[in-house]
């Protein structure tokens, strides 16, 4: 299992970034997957995630209205939309996966999930 996380950057305040995360060795169909972020100094925070299952969302106040997370099927990949952006955005984020169960529902504890990707940057500054 290998997930591919992509299109960090750097951003200025009120700009926007996709980032992908895109799977390999592992079917989205039957999984949750999540963004999570870590900023410097902070523990990671779980930001969104996505069940395809039956098609749950969520998303963290911090970043309501602002990110919306989404799927392709056919590329089994995950986006991460976020608009809007503020300093407080800047950190690594990544994508994980938990294949230990079926993805009914959808949660960010970080210990639930198995497989994580390397992590994109996010620098939001101007």
């Known amino acids: 299992v290998q997930l591919q996380a992509s299109g960090g950057g750097l951003v200025q305040p009120g700009g926007s970034l996709r980032l992908s995360c895109t799977a390999s060795?592992?079917?989205?169909?039957?999984?949750?997957i999540a963004w999570f972020r870590q900023a410097p100094g902070k523990e990671r925070e779980g930001v969104s995630c996505?069940?395809?299952?039956?098609?749950?969302?969520y998303v963290a106040d911090s970043v309501k209205g602002r990110f919306t997370i989404s799927r392709d099927n056919a590329k089994n990949t995950v986006y991460l939309q976020m608009n809007s952006l503020k300093p407080e955005d800047t950190a690594v984020y990544y994508c994980?996966?938990?294949?230990?169960?079926?993805?009914?529902?959808?949660?960010?504890?970080?210990?639930?999930?198995?497989?994580w990707g390397q992590g994109t940057q996010v620098t939001v500054s101007s």
């Open positions: 996505f069940s395809s299952t039956d098609d749950s969302t």
């Open positions: 994980a996966t938990d294949t230990r169960r079926p993805g009914y529902g959808c949660y960010v504890q970080l210990e639930e999930f198995n497989y």
């Open positions: 060795g592992v079917n989205l169909d039957y999984y949750v």
